[in-house]
Protein backbone atom coordinates (compact mmCIF):
# COMPACT_ATOMS: atom_id res chain seq x y z
CA UNK A 1 0.00 0.00 0.00
CA UNK A 2 1.21 3.42 -1.15
CA UNK A 3 1.92 5.86 1.98
CA UNK A 4 1.00 9.19 -0.15
CA UNK A 5 -2.26 10.41 -0.96
CA UNK A 6 -2.34 10.98 -4.62
CA UNK A 7 -6.20 11.98 -4.48
CA UNK A 8 -5.63 14.85 -1.98
CA UNK A 9 -3.91 17.13 -5.23
CA UNK A 10 -6.04 15.51 -7.59
CA UNK A 11 -9.44 16.80 -6.05
CA UNK A 12 -9.23 20.27 -8.03
CA UNK A 13 -8.61 18.61 -10.76
CA UNK A 14 -11.90 16.34 -11.05
CA UNK A 15 -13.48 19.55 -9.91
CA UNK A 16 -11.86 21.80 -12.82
CA UNK A 17 -12.88 18.75 -15.57
CA UNK A 18 -16.68 18.86 -14.63
CA UNK A 19 -16.60 22.84 -14.66
CA UNK A 20 -13.94 24.18 -17.06
CA UNK A 21 -15.21 22.57 -20.48
CA UNK A 22 -12.33 24.28 -22.94
CA UNK A 23 -9.45 21.63 -23.11
CA UNK A 24 -7.32 23.63 -25.20
CA UNK A 25 -3.56 24.00 -24.42
CA UNK A 26 -3.56 27.66 -23.11
CA UNK A 27 -6.50 27.10 -20.74
CA UNK A 28 -5.74 23.68 -19.75
CA UNK A 29 -1.91 24.41 -18.64
CA UNK A 30 -2.96 27.30 -16.70
CA UNK A 31 -5.43 25.44 -14.77
CA UNK A 32 -2.78 22.82 -14.24
CA UNK A 33 -0.03 24.71 -12.55
CA UNK A 34 -2.54 27.22 -10.82
CA UNK A 35 -4.49 24.86 -8.87
CA UNK A 36 -3.25 20.84 -9.67
CA UNK A 37 1.10 21.31 -9.82
CA UNK A 38 1.08 23.86 -6.81
CA UNK A 39 -0.65 21.28 -4.56
CA UNK A 40 1.29 18.23 -5.86
CA UNK A 41 4.20 20.12 -4.80
CA UNK A 42 3.50 22.05 -1.62
CA UNK A 43 6.46 20.97 0.65
CA UNK A 44 8.12 18.51 -1.37
CA UNK A 45 11.13 18.94 0.06
CA UNK A 46 9.94 18.33 3.13
CA UNK A 47 7.75 15.11 2.15
CA UNK A 48 9.79 13.51 -0.52
CA UNK A 49 8.69 9.77 -1.49
CA UNK A 50 11.52 7.43 -1.69
CA UNK A 51 9.47 4.74 -2.91
CA UNK A 52 8.51 3.90 -6.28
CA UNK A 53 5.07 2.91 -5.53
CA UNK A 54 4.69 6.93 -4.44
CA UNK A 55 6.59 8.37 -7.02
CA UNK A 56 4.30 6.82 -9.25
CA UNK A 57 1.21 7.66 -7.40
CA UNK A 58 2.36 11.40 -7.29
CA UNK A 59 3.48 11.15 -11.56
CA UNK A 60 0.13 10.12 -11.71
CA UNK A 61 -1.74 13.25 -10.94
CA UNK A 62 0.06 15.06 -14.46
CA UNK A 63 -0.03 11.98 -16.26
CA UNK A 64 -4.02 11.48 -16.02
CA UNK A 65 -4.28 15.75 -16.12
CA UNK A 66 -1.78 16.31 -19.27
CA UNK A 67 -3.82 12.87 -21.26
CA UNK A 68 -7.32 15.20 -21.41
CA UNK A 69 -5.39 18.12 -22.80
CA UNK A 70 -6.80 18.39 -26.62
CA UNK A 71 -4.93 16.50 -28.86
CA UNK A 72 -2.94 14.91 -26.29
CA UNK A 73 -4.71 11.95 -25.32
CA UNK A 74 -2.74 9.39 -27.92
CA UNK A 75 1.01 10.80 -27.56
CA UNK A 76 2.81 8.57 -24.51
CA UNK A 77 3.40 10.24 -21.54
CA UNK A 78 7.41 11.90 -22.08
CA UNK A 79 6.41 13.22 -25.56
CA UNK A 80 3.55 15.01 -23.85
CA UNK A 81 5.98 16.25 -21.48
CA UNK A 82 8.08 17.34 -24.20
CA UNK A 83 5.29 18.54 -25.81
CA UNK A 84 3.73 20.64 -23.27
CA UNK A 85 7.29 22.13 -22.24
CA UNK A 86 7.32 20.46 -18.47
CA UNK A 87 9.47 18.65 -16.49
CA UNK A 88 8.17 15.20 -14.71
CA UNK A 89 7.43 15.80 -11.17
CA UNK A 90 9.68 13.55 -10.20
CA UNK A 91 12.82 15.90 -11.39
CA UNK A 92 10.79 19.09 -10.67
CA UNK A 93 11.22 17.29 -6.16
CA UNK A 94 14.96 16.52 -7.45
CA UNK A 95 15.10 20.21 -8.34
CA UNK A 96 13.78 21.99 -5.54
CA UNK A 97 15.88 19.41 -2.97
CA UNK A 98 19.07 20.28 -4.77
CA UNK A 99 17.92 23.99 -4.22
CA UNK A 100 16.89 23.69 -0.64
CA UNK A 101 19.89 22.08 -0.20
CA UNK A 102 22.06 24.77 -1.37
CA UNK A 103 19.74 27.39 0.47
CA UNK A 104 20.87 25.60 3.64
CA UNK A 105 24.48 25.60 3.10
CA UNK A 106 24.59 28.99 2.01
CA UNK A 107 22.44 30.50 5.15
CA UNK A 108 19.79 31.85 2.32
Known sequence: SSGI???????????????????????MMQLYKSLIRSRAEYCCPLWNPTKIA???AIESIQRNFTR??????????WDRLKELNLSSLQRRRERYMII????????V
Do not use: Q
Not at 68 to 77: A, D, F, P, T
Not at 100 to 107: A, D, F, P
Open 5 to 27: NAEWPLRPGSWVLGVFKDRTKPV
Open 54 to 56: DIH
Open 68 to 77: RISGMKIMNY
Open 100 to 107: HVWKILHG
